[in-house]
């Protein structure tokens, strides 16, 4: 794997802003000590926990690429652990040969065994611009366990990169995109969108494990040809939600959760709620300790300059506007706060928020390479009880976290040596 280890360079770093006390947060108590600290040269757009303990970080190759391109793993240590090459997978799905540029991973899912299910979109760009729903189920070392297999989605998609205001994707991948995620039973929940030049939709596949069994699917129902889809997760059992956009008024978004019901035979829609805010940015998605847990951020003043994070617990999609929390107090007034990743752990919540610089730009503030990461504890009832800044002013961004013992492991990424030309990922444990 072609990581770099640069412990020692970034302790002198933190050495240096930690002697010089340039914690940004008034109110926050000082920074706590860091047991490791390690960067990666690879550009993660997406971060797995593994059930082993480990991490799974879908990567693109390079910082101006818009497609994924490996798999990068990380051990429950923080040490490399191995690189999948995607485009070294099949890529012939049932009779179907797709260029190697027609080919767009956009999610994972680890199994118990450690095998892993890819889920991406293959457009067939000489025949009609076909799109299909692709899957691939192989080792960590690419060795297919099943054939890899596709469903039809329609002719004529469009694969449409957000580069620019609302639409933008932090990442610059595409809206085109599929997300998925294992049932308890091992089912694999699959949910994908595609557009055309006139139309956008979402439609969800339950693909069962069990010999002989069928794939079902059910259509989310979106308005507008720019809605998007955001998050998927699926609960012990076997239900699931997706996390879409629909239009509102003039350029305004609504966020809705919409609840997905399994059956023996089929699925369907099940109830869902509209969270209350526009324009949300939701940024994760997961089931933990009997509820989900979704968070993000909310651009709030003048065209959406300022944010403020959010997180709704909740066990049902029918319920997640009831458990919706903004955070509007974090941070101060004038600076943007964006909130990408949660744990929680025994009724605790560490929420990992980004307080950037009052210039950051919205909607996702990337060009800001001095923002702090701080880490922020909530009660059971999602009222902030601590603030703690773990890093200041050096731009970093949690994709991931999780509570080991008296320390919270961070998987993120970052632009090192402060040069926003280029990403690296970090694993950090901040006591």
Known sequence: MSASFRHGEWLIGLAVAFLGGCAKLPDAPPAPPISDYRTFDMVPSLVRSDPQGGWSLLCRNTPVDRRNGAIRFMDAEGGAAGVLDLDALPRTFEGIT??????????LARAA????????????????????VLVQHVSMAGVPLDAPYRRYLGADAEVVYNIDGQDQDLNGLPRTRALCALAQDGSLFVAVRWETVTSAFVRVFRFPTAPGALSVSVDVPVSGPSARLLAMACSPDGTGLVVVTDEAEGNDRRTRVQGLSAMATGMGLAAGSTLPDLDLQPQQCQWAEGGYTLVGYAPLGIDGALAKPFIARFTSAAQAAVGYRLLGTIGPASR????????????????????????????????????????????GALAVTALTTIIPAQGLRAMDCLQRGDGTVIIGSQHPFLNDAYIHAFHLVAD
């Open 336 to 379: 943007p706060v964006t909130a990408h990743a949660a744990d929680v752990t025994g009724g605790d919540t560490r929420l990992m928020v980004q307080v950037h610089e009052a210039s950051a730009l919205p909607p996702y503030f990337d060009g800001d390479l001095t923002s702090d990461l701080v880490r922020v504890h909530l009660d």
């Open 98 to 107: 797709f260029d190697r540029e027609e080919l767009w991973y956009g999610d």
């Open 113 to 132: 065994d450690g095998s892993i299910f890819l889920a991406g979109v293959g457009i067939e760009t000489q025949r009609g611009a076909r799109a299909h």
